[in-house]
């Protein structure tokens, strides 16, 4: 299964971002999908994740300003990313997991896409 990440790029504080991310392949089912950062020296850090039914969990330092959704008929997975902060500024990889086939998981990393919040 292979992810493609987009929408990062250069936003002042205080704007807005929307980055995408489209899942491919053989796919029977598709459980948990999310986005993680990963800032220059520091650990990758989950930011959201989202359930097949909808159900949402957010990193308390995105709380309030940032979205996660999916669309499942066309295994995508979105993060609205509003309130920008400079400390926000990493390499944002999406995850995503689920079945192949029954008996065959996949746990799979999108190639990263640079969000930078600066003036």
């Known amino acids: 299964v292979q992810l493609q990440a987009s929408g990062g790029g250069l936003v002042q504080p205080g704007g807005s971002l929307k980055l995408s991310c489209a899942a491919s392949g053989s796919i029977l089912s598709m459980n948990i999908m999310g986005w993680y950062r990963q800032a220059p020296g520091e650990q990758r850090d989950l930011v959201a994740s989202?359930?097949?039914?909808?159900?949402?969990n957010y990193a308390d330092f995105v709380k309030g300003r940032f979205t996660v959704s999916r669309d499942n008929a066309k295994n995508l997975v979105y993060l609205q990313m509003n309130s920008l902060k400079p400390e926000d500024t990493a390499v944002y990889y999406c995850?995503?997991?689920?079945?192949?086939?029954?008996?065959?998981?996949?746990?799979?990393w999108g190639q990263g896409t640079l969000v930078t919040v600066s003036s």
């Open positions: 995850n995503a997991a689920g079945l192949i086939t029954r008996w065959t998981r996949f746990d799979s």
């Open positions: 989202i359930s097949r039914d909808g159900s949402t």
